[in-house]
């Protein structure tokens, strides 16, 4: 891991997420989409044991950036010109309707805290998922998952990514369309 970011336009970004099964799956989600994925303030790290049972090889295929600070990790993504887009169960926007095109980091709270109104004062936007039920919010994994692939579906419908319904997209053979703009 280091402090360089990863060279994708959409990035998920972990801040002081504390669970390793979480870190797993973000890993897998990051792998599947084809994103790259930001830790802060953490001491998780995708090679320690119990990611690595989740992650299933996908934590040394998936571009990783940490950074010690929140600070750290919105100064080097501002200076690349990401949006910020954070995810809360008081968010003001129904994510559906706000656009994940461009260059954007998907920016995700501690699996029971969440982000706190600072860290989400500097968002550029700050997202939810609908929540009919009793529970306050999906878990972790389940919020990345559909925040993510949100962002997928809305570069396919603009023609940015393609749709392989009957083949794997093989990232080696063409050009990653994902890739930072």
């Given at each position: 891991?280091?402090?360089?970011?990863?060279?994708?336009?959409?990035?998920?970004?972990?801040?002081r997420?504390?669970k390793?099964?979480?870190?797993?799956?973000?890993l897998?989600i990051?792998d599947?989409?084809?994103?790259?994925?930001?830790?802060?303030?953490?001491?998780?790290?995708p090679?320690?044991?119990?990611?690595?049972?989740?992650?299933?090889?996908?934590?040394d295929?998936?571009?990783v950036?940490?950074?010690?600070?929140?600070?750290?990790?919105?100064?080097?993504?501002?200076?690349?010109?990401?949006?910020?887009?954070?995810?809360?169960p008081?968010?003001?926007h129904?994510?559906a309707?706000?656009?994940?095109?461009?260059n954007?980091a998907?920016?995700?709270?501690?699996e029971s805290?969440?982000?706190?109104?600072?860290?989400?004062?500097?968002c550029?936007?700050?997202?939810?998922?609908?929540?009919?039920?009793?529970?306050?919010?999906?878990?972790?994994?389940s919020?990345?998952?559909?925040?993510?692939?949100?962002?997928?579906?809305?570069?396919?419908?603009?023609?940015?990514l393609?749709?392989?319904?009957?083949?794997?997209?093989?990232?080696?053979?063409?050009?990653?369309?994902?890739?930072?703009?």
């Amino acid at each position: 891991m280091s402090e360089v970011l990863p060279n994708k336009a959409l990035l998920l970004w972990l801040h002081r997420v504390s669970k390793a099964p979480n870190l797993g799956h973000a890993l897998r989600i990051a792998d599947a989409a084809g994103c790259g994925l930001i830790l802060s303030a953490t001491s998780l790290s995708p090679q320690q044991r119990e990611v690595a049972m989740t992650a299933q090889g996908t934590q040394d295929k998936v571009e990783v950036a940490s950074f010690a600070t929140f600070e750290e990790a919105l100064a080097a993504l501002r200076a690349a010109g990401y949006r910020i887009l954070g995810t809360s169960p008081r968010g003001a926007h129904y994510y559906a309707e706000r656009s994940l095109l461009g260059n954007v980091a998907l920016l995700f709270g501690h699996e029971s805290q969440g982000l706190s109104e600072a860290e989400l004062a500097c968002c550029d936007d700050v997202l939810t998922i609908p929540i009919y039920g009793a529970v306050e919010s999906l878990n972790l994994a389940s919020a990345i998952a559909v925040l993510t692939y949100e962002g997928i579906r809305q570069r396919i419908a603009q023609g940015m990514l393609p749709f392989h319904a009957t083949e794997k997209f093989n990232r080696n053979a063409r050009p990653n369309p994902l890739s930072a703009q």
